[in-house]
């Protein structure tokens, strides 16, 4: 079973529009949630990240929310460009000795002009 | 700073062949990752190495996927023998743990590996 859940697995926005992307976990020891963007023909890298000792993370047009109670996270784009398409993978680890990610099956974002 | 180089980018092998990926790591990174991405399935993990040794081996693909660490900097993955259903992306990817926060990875911009 999938540890790490993403939704929707598609997405189309209009250029200037917020994008929202959700995903959900199952492990309650997951301390760590990092968001990668992978474009087509290159490996994933690193957007943005979170600690479950924050609720909020801006960078930019991009923020990330924690809910720890409801074990989600989102990923809000404002003004979104068409050069945000790409897919936005999920990911949760535990801080410490392991450095595993978990990884969601992703989300393609697709910003139409 | 260099990032993760694989190589080749892109491999057509036919049924049956051996076909070895090879990964440069980040300098200094000691946490070293094999994923396979399709559309289906998602990232999958293949072999997960720190310093070296091998941390994890994905359960599944034990049979005909070996990864090795032959040092610090170069890393390989063999697939032995090749089937049309390992057609996929093969991701490369290392970080470096850090205290009290989250492993951050770099990866390459990966293999297409096409069989047939």
């Known amino acids: 079973q999938q540890q790490v859940r993403q939704s929707p697995q598609s997405l189309t926005v209009w250029e200037g529009g917020t994008t929202v992307l959700t995903c959900s976990y199952e492990d309650s020891t997951f301390n760590y949630f990092p968001w990668y963007q992978q474009f087509p023909g290159e490996g994933p890298a690193l957007l943005i990240s979170i600690l479950s000792v924050s609720d909020k993370k801006e960078d930019g047009r991009f923020t990330t929310f924690f809910n720890k109670r409801e074990k989600k996270l989102s990923l809000h784009i404002i003004d979104s460009q068409p050069g945000d398409s790409a897919t936005y993978f999920c990911a949760a680890s535990r801080t410490g000795n392991t450095g595993k990610l978990i990884f969601g099956l992703g989300t393609t974002l697709q910003v139409q002009p | 700073d260099a990032g993760v180089t694989q190589t080749p980018r892109h491999e057509v092998a036919e049924k049956g062949q051996t076909i070895i990926l090879k990964c440069e790591p980040v300098s200094g990174h000691n946490d070293l990752f094999w994923y396979r991405q399709t559309k289906i399935q998602g990232l999958e993990l293949l072999s997960y190495f720190r310093s070296k040794s091998l941390m994890e081996d994905g359960g599944a693909f034990k049979d005909r996927f070996k990864a090795e660490m032959l040092n610090s900097s170069f890393s390989t993955l063999k697939i032995q023998p090749t089937e049309p259903k390992d057609s996929a992306v093969y991701l490369c990817?290392?970080?470096?743990?850090?205290?009290?926060?989250?492993?951050?990875?770099?990866f390459g911009s990966g293999t297409r590996l096409l069989v047939i």
């Open positions: 990817a290392s970080s470096s743990p850090r205290q009290g926060a989250g492993s951050d990875y770099t």
